[in-house]
């Protein structure tokens, strides 16, 4: 019987190879082609253990500058972990591997993020759920894909208001004020329910400072409506107890509910008719002075500089 014999590739014949020193051979047992990016005309072999991509250099080029530079043969990085990896993979994916142009070798990225990179690299999907966006984000900036940039970073300032914390993080971390100052004002307004959602804490430190700062300081302008102009004492001792009622009970309650409960105030049956009106003239002016208007929507807040954090670090804390 004719023993098969496998050819096993030459010392260093491969093209630009990086490979950390921390993996073993036995991380790469299980390589496997993946189910999504392998192009049997493909050029490129990327291999991200235990996944391993064959696709086109010409569209990496296009979409990617770290790519474009790592295929420009003027790396020479080859390692021992890399013919080892080579030489764990089967015989007829290994064929496969050397018959590329280009051997790519990752082992810092999770095998579905740089499937994700590919996926937008390759013309023809456009898929910016939200829950995609922040890892596109970085990849794009890691591997120097400018037209997903530029595609990820539009989307997000044409969309912020489908999801107003996670463009607030993004907004934050790549230093973009006209997202992250309309979105400061929508996570204000309504603190306590973006606050319980675990993304919260990925904003820094400071940006949470500041949105329960401005938070408290809105709270705090809501408990102070001046009804010095109600002239009668019982029904302004009623209109306050009312007030003090709807803040308590509302505290965690979005602001514009807030706003809504106290518009509420003055239908309260109080004992004069005309003190009722003052009320009314009194909390409507109120609402008309702090924010420009009766009935303010987060349109309206999104711009109101009480609601708005500047993204800018001199903005001393309030
Ligand atoms: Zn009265």
Not at 61 to 68: A, D, L, M, P, T
Not at 176 to 187: D, K, L
Request: with cysteine; charged share 25%; proline share 6%.
């Amino acid at each position: 019987m004719t023993k098969l014999v496998i050819p096993q590739p030459k010392r260093h014949p491969y093209p630009p190879v990086v490979l950390h020193n921390n993996l073993h051979q036995s991380d790469y047992m299980a390589c496997e082609p993946s189910k999504s990016h392998y192009y049997p005309d493909g050029d490129v072999a990327i291999i991200v253990p235990p996944t391993i991509f064959k696709v086109h250099s010409l569209i990496l080029s296009i979409g990617s500058n770290f790519f474009k530079t790592r295929m420009s043969g003027e790396w020479s990085d080859v390692t021992e972990r890399a013919i080892e990896v080579l030489d764990t993979l089967a015989a007829d994916v290994r064929l496969d591997v050397q018959r590329c142009r280009h051997r790519i070798f990752i082992d810092d990225e999770k095998p579905q993020d740089v499937g994700l990179l590919l996926s937008f690299l390759y013309p023809n999907y456009r898929d910016f759920s939200w829950d995609k966006i922040a890892a596109l984000w970085r990849l794009a900036d890691k591997y120097l894909a400018e037209a997903l940039t530029d595609a990820v970073r539009t989307h997000v300032q044409k969309m912020c208001h489908q999801d107003p914390l996670t463009s607030l993080i993004l907004a934050e971390q790549y230093d973009i004020a006209a997202v992250y100052e309309p979105m400061s004002a929508h996570i204000v307004e309504n603190l306590h329910k973006y606050e319980s959602d675990a993304l919260f804490s990925q904003l820094s430190v400071e940006t949470r400072c500041k949105l329960y700062q401005h938070r408290l300081k809105i709270i705090e302008n809501l408990a102070n409506i001046e009804l010095v102009y109600i002239s009668c004492q019982s029904c302004a001792d009623l209109c306050n107890d009312q007030l003090k009622v709807v803040l308590h009970d509302k505290a965690k309650d979005s602001i514009l509910q807030t706003i809504k409960t106290i518009q509420a105030v003055p239908n309260f049956p109080y004992e004069h008719t005309k003190c009722s009106v003052k009320v009314y003239n009194v909390i409507n002016h109120y609402l008309r002075r702090k924010f420009g208007s009766t009935e303010p929507t987060i349109e309206v807040l999104e711009r109101h500089p009480s609601f708005r954090i500047s993204l800018s670090s001199s903005e001393p804390l309030i």
